[in-house]
């Protein structure tokens, strides 16, 4: 118990989105080892959110999941109702939640670009401004968790990346716009993520891409849930004010060293890597070619 009074984050309330798995569980479970009262949002997953809400109330009493669904208005304002009508103050929300259509921008419906832009900027902007009023008293900050494709070609990401880069707009905004207010606004844009949604993307591809990772990155890792979550923290403490209206890079140079890694990870990494039988890309969305194999006469033009 006297380990977790002297926290870095005792006594500080924080509302993570998505915080059910990935990034925002392991987030969760970082930030209530140093003192923070947890509470974490769940779109459908109930029993993976009590899970980890056991894990974080075993280090910091109070900690608790809220329903929330992030493609309705209703949804939102009904979690800020609650925490109102509790009294409950914030000193850091993190938006980490997102959802897309992992497709070619030309093969898009209109409701599912609707859908990811409803979470990622109009819901977005509206937890704000809901968050706003529960976050001032305490000089509290607002974190929001950009993307890779944002900064970098990633197949399929094309209508995420186009959310994701509204949203780092919305920050710099807030920055200029909430600063004096007192409440403070960061951006935090990770690269790879081992992850659920990694693993769905890359199908029978993902041992090839997890050993490209660990032979090729700067350091020599791929990068996990709770390796991700250290600058989650990092950003939820009072010394990163400073860091007001930054997009922050949480990659360990990974994403400026992909142009070198390319040749390294496809020459280095064994063929073995790859899931028994593997001979196709069609279960690995991020590998998919937007055009058909090139023919004799395009091949030629490129050499």
Known sequence: MEQRD???LTGRRVLITGGSRGLG??????????????????RHRADEAAAVVAECEALTPGARAEQLDLLEEDSVRALFARLAAADEDLDVVIANAAATAFKPLLELK????????AISVRHFLLLVQLAFPLLQPRG??????SGADTVGYIPGHGLLAAAKSSMETLVRYLACELGPLGVTT????????????????????????????????PLRTAATPQDASEAVALLCLDEARWL?????HNDGGGLFAALGRFGQAWAMVP????????????????????????TPTEQRRGD
Do not use: W
Not at 194 to 215: C, V
Not at 244 to 248: A, E, P, R, S, T
């Open 110 to 117: 209109l409701h599912q670009i609707d859908k990811t832009f």
């Open 140 to 145: 509290g900050r607002i974190v929001a968790v």
């Open 271 to 294: 063929d073995e890597g790859l899931a028994p039988g593997t001979t196709s890309t069609q279960d690995a969305p991020m590998l998919h070619r937007t055009d058909g194999p090139a």
């Open 25 to 42: 569980a392991a987030s969760a479970r970082r930030l209530a080892a140093m003192g923070a009262q947890v509470v974490l949002t769940y």
């Open 186 to 217: 960061v951006g935090l844009l990770p690269g790879y993520i081992d992850t659920e949604s990694i693993r769905l993307m890359a199908g029978p591809y993902h041992d090839k891409l997890t050993a490209a990772e660990e032979l090729t990155h």
């Open 244 to 248: 007001n209206g930054q997009i922050v």
């Open 6 to 8: 002297q926290g870095p």
